[in-house]
């Protein structure tokens, strides 16, 4: 999929089927586009947990309150941070955004649907998901990425260009 068009047509997925499966090579190929985003100083403080138990990406679901239609997710990849790797305090929040970015972005391009639960910045949501997951203190819990097949294909529409939004040379 051309990048531009990948970017404009992503939509979140609002159901899954089921019985949906996402491969060890799409698994594989999403982790290394969620690698290759842009880091501070290169550091990278990004850590992934690859969540592939139904009971466990319930729970999940449950525990950050989301739609229950993401209870039926294939895959869930959670997105941390390792905060002994980093220069600039608060940084991973950044880094850890773009590397969520690229992971959807992945996904779209794989076929795959996708739903990104924000944790980050809530300390209620970063501590509970924290203790489920059995984090290292050193490691915060920034996003869930519930990933599967849509249960009905999701709209190709291109998003618009709101020209209210761009501002040229001043505001």
Request: proline share 5%; hydrophobic share 45%.
């Amino acid at each position: 999929m051309e990048t531009l068009r990948a970017i404009v047509t992503r939509r979140s997925t609002q159901r899954f089927k089921s019985e949906a499966v996402v491969s060890e090579a799409a698994r594989t190929d999403l982790l290394r586009a969620a690698m290759s985003a842009p880091s501070a100083d290169k550091k990278k403080p990004w850590h992934f947990l690859v969540i592939k138990d139904a009971k466990a990406l319930k729970d999940l679901a449950v525990l950050l309150r989301e739609r229950d239609s993401l209870q039926s997710a294939a895959m869930g990849i959670v997105v941390c941070a390792d905060n002994a790797e980093q220069r600039h305090m608060g940084q991973w929040a950044i880094d850890c955004s773009a590397a969520t970015q690229n992971l959807i972005l992945a996904a779209h391009d794989k076929g795959l649907g996708s739903a990104w639960a924000r944790v980050f910045p809530s300390k209620g949501r970063m501590k509970t998901v924290g203790e489920f997951l059995r984090l290292p203190q050193h490691v915060t819990p920034f996003s869930v990425v519930f990933l599967g097949k849509p249960e009905k294909p999701l709209s190709k529409r291109a998003s618009p260009l709101e020209k209210k939004k761009v501002h040229l040379e001043s505001w």
